[in-house]
Structure formats: structure tokens, C-alpha cells
């Protein structure tokens, strides 16, 4: 049955790539939603099974990593095979609701959000192909199943982001993310090589279940003063660096927003930006092999988190904000399972990351669900062209406000809990991360709730004749769905289902740093209120206060222009222009030569060939008589 | 006495095809190329009698005299005026033809001189004689020797080309 | 007439056939270079037949093939004053020099 869960999606993407153009927009609409609600269904029924079922647990408790199926794709020798499989264990079975339940949504929210739209039936079969990859992805029974599936990730992001390709926005935004995750995967594949190479084995399984073994097969083997396996493990996680958007690879999300609103809530804020997270949770076992590795993961996460929150404030484009928040969040999980370690709190990092994972995509979806709403009836991304909305679109306005309130961590929404998760292992870890990390919630409540009051409060805007209004029932309900999740999904005893060595977990919450983490939200979002509630001048006074660092965030810090620097005056100088006055001048110049010889040479002979019959007949007949004379003189 | 005859036949024939091949390709007009040529086919179809084959002469002044030469005459006749020279020709090209046909005349010529067989071999009385139906049965028969289906050839050649003669000069 | 060696009735051959080779190469005009094949191939059927009457006296074969080559030289001389004829109509002009319309 679990081949189904990957076939529907891939026969939904070949169906409606092939002959959805011969269809109408609303049969394509239905075909896609019908697909990707039998895949849900299996989907849930695979997961269910797992968790609840009752065959997956050992006699000691634990949850058992079972391949449901593994067949040979590649066999280049005895020992070098890739094979194709399906891995049920919790991360992968977790995967497997969070992916085809915003997949889903996404499908039926995009019935309205792209009503019209030229290229419907193209945007569904890459919706559907993008959901193929994501679920291969998660159910990798090895890392070069991995690898594949996150290339193919990667490609349907970059086609959809593209979507609109006519605009030269849309397509340079798909060439730069494209271009900034292969450069990311460059490391990632380097790195599952040197792993590989040193463990003799693709699969996941057997490096997970053994890594004492894998350990010794490193033995001795170092790289500029640091371990072959550090490094290994540094480049994979390069690679989720490059995916999930990890300071600095973070460069392709924010322009990555040019493509359809839901495509950002499908990929570029719940599923595939998690991939690089992901990833790590998979490997966990050999990361905590590797102190140094942990530690690259730790910092990497918490300068990102930060960065991007301060980026955040600075926004002006509502996707941006919230892309700028999905990569701070990103970091969060990336940061938890730094800081995770068997002996603290049972390696409860882990399970934090995880489940902030689970929360983070639902109520992430939503705000961007929430924002295309936005976007749909202002026909802006920009939050001048809004304000005062909360009386026009009052069911948009709720469950922005529910995403608000989840993302910034209030009790009883589902971001406190795992985010509270995440605090505890970072105060667990070091005193330092926990309170970097609890100083990045509380600039989160302070943005996002600056971005609510700037969209609904702040001013009564004039609309004339054209009112916004709540989006068709299409939309609402996407919404109203992963509202209600969002509200719920904290009360999901996680610690049963997902923990790093599968033994089921009791979640306590520590109240100092439940109320501490609460009390900066709170203080955040009055703050927040304070200064955007009600129009006024105060944050322009701020922002020309501090102009500098507010020129700076709003620019992103600069690190576009640094790349730009980068790219054109260092790399293109000394390196480019070398190799290209090389092929210019010594590669082209050769075969000018060639080409030049060729043509005088022709030239000089073209005279021969000249269509004269009497020059002809007199070159044949000097040619016959010194053939004649050769002959005659052979002969003597 | 009669070789003696037959000596100087045999030179006034020589000393005309050579003079007349010669003028053919030298002279400007071309009027009197195609005499000239006249003349030297006639000087070969007195070769070809002193060679004890009438037939062949016959056929020869029929033929080629009688028909290509006078078809040569018309077409000059049809593409040019009367009293038209051909333009002088440069020295460059003169150069040439003559380097072509001198260089053939040496390897050839040397080739002759040096071969004493030719200097040696003189014509043999024909036993048989010249024989009309021999050569009527030569010509339609298909035995060894014998040359219908050439000959058939020829007529389908000439069909051919009578019918393509027309096609190609009728006028449109 | 027993006195004569073949090579005199050769030579003679070769003269015509090199004054052919020069008018083939030096005339410009194409009726005059017609002339000139036609020189050269009576100067080959001059050779036919002297070889025959020479070496094989009591065989007609080399006779055969000079009357075949008349008849094919016949032929060729009709369709090529044809062709020469339609081209003046043409181009009012036989100077193979300005021929070359189609050359490139």
C-alpha cells in the first residue's frame, strides 16, 4: 500500500503534465485535490498505523525502524548498490502527515488563490510532482535516495517559483534559489562520498543503528586538523544549510517569495526548507558522534535566528517578513538539534526540533495561506497598501491573529509548547543559547505582531469603490483548518510518538521557562501594540533614530550586495577574466587558426574548381601524361 | 613502281592531314575551321582507302563529311554573322594549349620513336580480302565477334538522340 | 607500300590528335571547340583502324569500332550543335567565356 503514497503524486504529475492542458481549469483543479486527497488518506492511514497500530514497538518500548519495501535501482557493483525503499520510522511517519496535509491544503486553497490563472493545470502538476518528492524524500531508506529527492525538491521549487516566468523577477528569483542550493548540495554530495566511502554503506539503517562502527571505520582518518568524519557530517549539513536557508546560504528564500503565495506555504515555509532539518534528525546518531559538528549546528542556527528576526522588523513586504520568520524559526529547530544530547533531558532537542517542525509548518501555512488572502484582495504585497482590514475580512483577520499568537508562543497555541521545548534544551545545553534563543521569541512575537497591526489596525485605509473582502469558501477553509490545528496541535503528546532514540518520552514543561518565554511574548506584543496599533509617528522616529541599523536590516544586512561583490569583483575579476581571455584568446584562437588555415587554404584551391571545361581537360591530360612518363619510367 | 605511287599518295595524304589539322585550330574564322576540318576528314577517308577499306572511307565521307560537317556549317551559319573573327587570342592561353599538346606530342612521339616494333611492322596483305556480307553478318549477328547488340545500342542512341535534338533546339 | 612502318601512319594520328588538344584548350568559341573533339576522335579512329589493318589483317574488329564511333560522334556532334543552339537562342552568344551564369 505505501507504494501508492508515491505513486499517486507521480501519476498526478505525469497525468496533468501531459494531458491536463486538453482539460478544463476546474476538472484539473478536482483531479488534483482528489489525487492528493487519496494520497492524504493513505498517507494517514500509513502513519496511523505506525504510531497507534501497535506492531512497530519492541518488547522494550521502543518504535522500531521498519522498511516497508527496498528494491535495486542501481547496481554498479556487489557492494556499490542505490536501491529505492520506503522507511517508516516516527520522523519519517511525522513527515508523512505534516506533508500531504499542507500539500492538500495548499491544493484546495489554490482552487481560488490561482482561479484564471494561465497555467493552472501546470502549477497542479508541479504542485503534484513537488509532493512526489517531498514524500520520497522523507521515506529515503538511504542517503543517495536522499540525495536524488532532494534534487528533485529542489527542481520543483525552482519551477515553481518560476511559475510566472514572463515576469523577470519570478525568473531570476528561481535561477538564484536553484543556483544557491546546487552550490549548497555541491557540499552535500562531497560529503555523502567521504561518508560512504569511510562506511561502506548508503543505507541510513546501517549507519544510525551502528555508530560506534562508523566511528571506528573513521579511525585516524583526519582532514586539516579535523576529523574526516566532522568533516563529512559539516558537509551534509551544508547541504541542509543550503536547503533550509542557514545563514549564509539564506539568500534564495526571500526572493524565492516572487512565486504563487501557496507555493510559499507549501514549500518555502512548511516542507522543503525543514528538508535541511530533516536531514539532521536522520542522521542525529552519527551527529552526536561529533561534538565540533553539533557545535557548527548550534551557532549557524542562533546567528540565524537572530539575523533574520532582526531582518524581519525591518520589512516592508509581507512575504518577506514571514519568510524572513520561517528562516528564524528554521533556525530554532536546526539550534534544538544542536543543543540536543542523550543526557539532557533524554535528548529532548531532538524531539523539540521535531515537534516544532510539526507546529511550525501548520501554523507557518497559515500565515501565508493568510497573507496570499491578503495579497488576493488587496493586490499588494506590501503593508502600506493595507491596514485597518480586520472590519473588511474578518475570517482572514481571526486566523491571522490565531498564527500571530501560535508563532509568538501564547499558551494554549501550538507554538509555545514546542517552542518552550526548544528554550528548555537550550537552557539545558548552556545558559547562553537558552537565553539568545528566548531574546529571538521575543523579537518574533515583537515582528509578527508588528506586521498584524500594521495589515489589520494601524490606519482606516480608503479603498474607493474596491473593498477587500474574505476570500471564496476554497480559501476559508484552508484556513480555518490549520487554524483549528494550530490551536490543538500543542495538546499532541509528542514525546510518545517522536523521540531521537524511539523509547516514548513525558513531556514536563518547565514552568520557569514556560512563564519566563511567555512573559516575553507578552511584554513583546504590548510592545508591539504600543507602537503599531494606532497610526502614529513613533516608529518613524525610531526607525530615523536608529537609521543606520534600520537601513541595514531593511537592506537584509547587505548580504545580497556582498555576494554581488563577491561574485562580480573578486570572483569574476581574478578568476573569470582570466579563464575567459584563456578560452577567448589560446582556446578560440586555435581554432580561428584552424579555420583560417582552412579557409586560405581553400581559397588558394577554389581557382581550380573553376566550372572552365578547357581547364579541366588540360589538367587531366598534364596528369595523365606524367602518370604516362611515371609509369614508363617505372617500366624501364 | 606502284609502291612508288602509293609512296607518294601516301605523302600528299599525310602532308594534307597535317597541314589541314593544324589550320583547323589555327584559323580565326570559324567558317573556315569547319572547311579545313572538311578537308582533313576527306584526307583521312583517303587513309582509309589506301588501307584496302573502302567501306570504312565511305563511310567516313558519308558520315562525317557529308553529315556532321554540314550540320557544324548550319549552326555556324545559325550563331554568326558572316565575316565574324574570333577575338585574338592572349598569349597566356596560347601558352597553355600549346604546353598541352607539345608536351603530349613528346611523351607520345618519344613513346612511338622508341619503339622499334613500329618501325619494323609493315602492312600484310589481307589473305581474305574485304567482304560485304562478313561485315553484314558481323553487325547482326550474335556469336562471337559479332555486334548486334552494340549496333542495336547505337540506333537506340541515336533515336535518343534525334528525339532530344529536337526537344532541346525547338523553339518555345 | 610495303616500305611504310606503321609508325608513319601513327604519327600523322598524333599530330591531329595534339592539334585537337590545342584547339580544345586554346578556342574560346564553343563550335570551334567542337571542331576540335572532333579532330581528336578521328585521329583515335585513324588509330583503330591502322592497328587492325597492321596487326590483324584477317579481322574487322578494330574497323567495328571506328564505324560505332562515328555513329556515337555523330550523335554527340547533333545533340551538343543542340544544346549550342538553344544556348544563343538564350544568350545570343556561344563564347564559352561569358558562359558562366551558373557557375556560382
Not at chain 2, 71 to 95: C, M, N, Y
Request: with cysteine; charged share 10%; hydrophobic share 55%.
Amino acid at each position: 500500500m505505501s507504494i501508492f503514497i508515491l505513486c499517486i503524486p507521480l501519476f498526478m504529475f505525469l497525468f496533468l503534465g501531459l494531458v491536463g492542458m486538453k482539460l478544463s481549469h476546474k476538472l484539473t483543479g478536482f483531479l488534483g485535490c482528489l489525487g492528493m486527497g487519496a494520497c492524504l488518506t493513505l498517507c494517514y492511514i500509513t502513519s496511523f498505523t505506525y504510531f497507534f497500530g501497535g506492531d512497530f514497538v519492541n518488547e522494550a518500548g521502543e518504535r522500531i525502524q521498519s522498511i516497508l519495501w527496498n528494491t535495486t535501482w542501481l547496481q554498479f557493483t556487489d557492494h556499490l548498490v542505490i536501491r529505492l525503499g520506503f522507511l517508516l520510522d516516527p520522523i519519517s511517519a511525522m513527515m508523512l502527515v505534516v506533508i500531504p496535509t499542507i500539500s492538500f491544503m495548499v491544493h484546495v486553497y489554490s482552487l481560488g488563490y490561482m482561479e484564471g490563472e494561465k497555467g493552472f493545470q501546470r502549477y497542479y502538476a508541479f504542485l503534484s510532482l513537488f509532493s512526489f518528492s517531498m514524500l520520497g524524500l522523507v521515506v529515503a531508506t538511504n542517503i543517495f535516495q536522499m540525495y536524488i529527492f532532494w534534487e528533485l525538491v529542489g527542481a520543483s521549487s525552482y519551477l515553481l517559483i518560476g511559475f510566472f516566468y514572463k515576469l523577470p523577477s519570478a525568473v531570476s528569483a528561481s535561477k538564484k534559489a536553484f543556483i544557491v542550493t546546487r552550490f549548497a548540495d555541491l557540499g552535500f554530495l562531497v560529503g555523502i562520498l567521504i561518508l560512504s566511502y569511510y562506511t561502506k554503506t548508503f543505507n541510513f539503517l546501517d549507519m544510525t543503528s551502528n555508530p560506534e562502527g562508523v566511528f571506528g571505520s573513521f579511525e585516524g582518518a583526519t582532514f586539516m586538523g579535523a576529523s574526516v568524519l566532522t568533516w563529512a557530517l559539516v558537509l551534509i549539513f551544508m547541504g541542509g544549510m543550503g536547503k533550509s536557508a542557514m545563514l549564509p546560504l539564506h539568500i534564495w528564500l526571500p526572493d524565492a517569495m516572487e512565486g504563487p503565495t501557496p507555493v510559499s506555504a507549501l514549500i518555502h515555509a512548511a516542507t522543503m526548507v525543514v528538508a535541511g532539518v530533516y536531514l539532521v534528525a536522520r542522521l542525529f546518531p552519527l551527529y552526536l558522534l561529533e561534538e565540533a559538528a553539533l557545535t557548527i549546528i548550534t551557532v549557524v542556527g542562533c546567528l540565524t535566528a537572530f539575523y533574520a528576526a532582526v531582518v524581519a522588523c525591518a520589512q516592508v513586504d509581507i512575504k518577506r517578513v514571514l519568510a524572513f520568520s520561517t528562516i528564524s524559526q528554521i533556525a530554532f529547530m536546526i539550534t534544538s538539534l544542536g543543543v540536543a544530547r542523550p543526557e539532557i533531558h533524554e535528548g529532548l532537542g531532538y524531539m523539540a526540533s521535531m515537534f516544532h517542525l510539526f507546529t511550525h509548518a501548520m501554523f507557518k501555512a497559515l500565515l501565508f495561506l493568510g497573507a496570499g488572502a491578503l495579497i488576493h484582495a488587496v493586490h499588494s504585497n506590501n503593508y502600506t497598501a493595507m491596514g485597518g482590514l480586520r472590519k473588511y475580512m474578518p475570517v482572514t483577520h481571526v486566523t491571522f491573529l490565531i498564527g500571530c499568537l501560535a508563532i509568538a508562543g501564547i499558551w494554549p497555541f501550538a507554538g509555545f509548547f514546542s517552542k518552550d521545548e526548544i528554550l528548555s534544551a537550550a537552557y539545558g545545553n548552556h545558559w547562553f543559547w537558552g537565553l539568545w534563543l528566548s531574546m529571538v521569541a521575543g523579537l518574533t512575537a515583537f515582528y509578527m505582531f508588528r506586521l498584524y497591526y500594521l495589515i489589520f489596525w494601524w490606519k482606516n485605509p480608503d479603498f474607493g469603490h474596491h473593498t477587500p473582502h474574505d476570500p471564496p469558501l476554497a480559501m476559508k477553509f484552508p484556513l480555518i483548518f490549520l487554524a483549528a490545528v494550530s490551536c490543538v496541535a500543542g495538546f499532541i503528546p509528542f514525546g510518545h510518538l517522536v523521540t531521537w532514540n524511539r523509547e516514548p518520552y513525558t513531556i514536563h514543561i518547565d514552568p520557569v521557562v514556560a512563564a519566563s518565554s511567555l512573559g516575553i511574548a507578552i511584554v513583546a506584543i504590548l510592545l508591539a501594540t504600543y507602537m503599531y496599533r494606532k497610526e502614529n509617528p513613533l516608529p518613524d522616529k525610531l526607525a530615523n533614530t536608529f537609521h543606520g541599523l534600520w537601513t541595514a536590516a531593511h537592506h537584509r544586512f547587505y548580504w545580497d550586495e556582498l555576494y554581488l561583490w563577491i561574485t562580480h569583483k573578486v570572483i569574476f575579476n581574478s578568476i573569470c577574466k582570466p579563464i575567459a581571455w584563456f578560452d577567448r584568446h589560446i582556446i578560440d584562437g586555435t581554432m580561428d587558426g584552424f579555420a583560417r588555415v582552412t579557409q586560405w587554404a581553400s581559397c588558394s584551391i577554389r581557382g581550380l574548381q573553376s566550372g572552365n571545361v578547357q581547364t579541366y581537360v588540360w589538367i587531366y591530360l598534364i596528369g595523365a601524361l606524367l602518370m604516362a612518363t611515371v609509369t614508363w619510367l617505372c617500366l624501364l | 613502281m606502284e609502291s612508288v605511287g602509293s609512296i607518294v599518295m601516301y605523302s600528299i595524304i599525310v602532308a594534307a592531314i597535317i597541314i589541314f589539322s593544324i589550320l583547323t585550330v589555327t584559323t580565326r574564322r570559324i567558317l573556315r575551321a569547319a572547311t579545313y576540318l572538311l578537308f582533313t576528314l576527306f584526307a583521312t577517308a583517303g587513309l582509309y582507302f589506301m588501307l584496302d577499306y573502302e567501306f570504312l572511307g565511305a563511310v567516313q565521307i558519308a558520315v562525317y563529311a557529308g553529315g556532321i560537317v554540314v550540320l557544324v556549317v548550319f549552326s555556324i551559319l545559325l550563331t554568326s554573322k558572316p565575316g565574324d573573327t574570333s577575338s585574338k587570342l592572349t598569349s597566356k592561353k596560347r601558352v597553355v594549349g600549346l604546353a598541352a599538346s607539345v608536351a603530349s606530342l613528346a611523351v607520345l612521339g618519344y613513346a612511338i620513336a622508341s619503339r622499334c616494333d613500329f618501325w619494323s611492322t609493315f602492312v600484310k596483305p589481307s589473305e581474305t580480302g574485304f567482304d560485304m556480307h562478313l561485315l553484314g553478318s558481323m553487325l547482326l549477328g550474335t556469336g562471337k565477334y559479332q555486334y548486334l547488340l552494340p549496333f542495336e545500342a547505337v540506333s537506340v542512341l541515336l533515336l535518343a538522340c534525334i528525339i532530344g535534338g529536337v526537344v532541346i533546339a525547338r523553339k518555345r | 607500300m610495303e616500305k611504310l612502318p606503321i609508325a608513319l601512319y601513327i604519327i600523322p594520328s598524333l599530330i591531329m590528335f595534339c592539334c585537337g588538344v590545342y584547339g580544345f584548350i586554346t578556342r574560346k568559341n564553343m563550335i570551334a571547340i567542337l571542331i576540335s573533339l572532333e579532330l581528336m576522335l578521328n585521329s583515335v579512329d585513324i588509330n583503330f583502324v591502322v592497328f587492325n589493318r597492321f596487326l590483324y589483317p584477317g579481322q574487322l574488329e578494330g574497323m567495328m569500332f571506328t564505324l560505332f564511333a562515328i555513329a556515337i560522334a555523330a550523335a554527340e556532334t547533333a545533340l551538343a550543335i543542340a544544346i549550342i543552339v538553344n544556348i544563343f537562342r538564350a544568350v545570343k552568344n556561344i563564347d564559352i567565356r561569358d558562359l558562366n551564369k551558373m557557375k556560382f
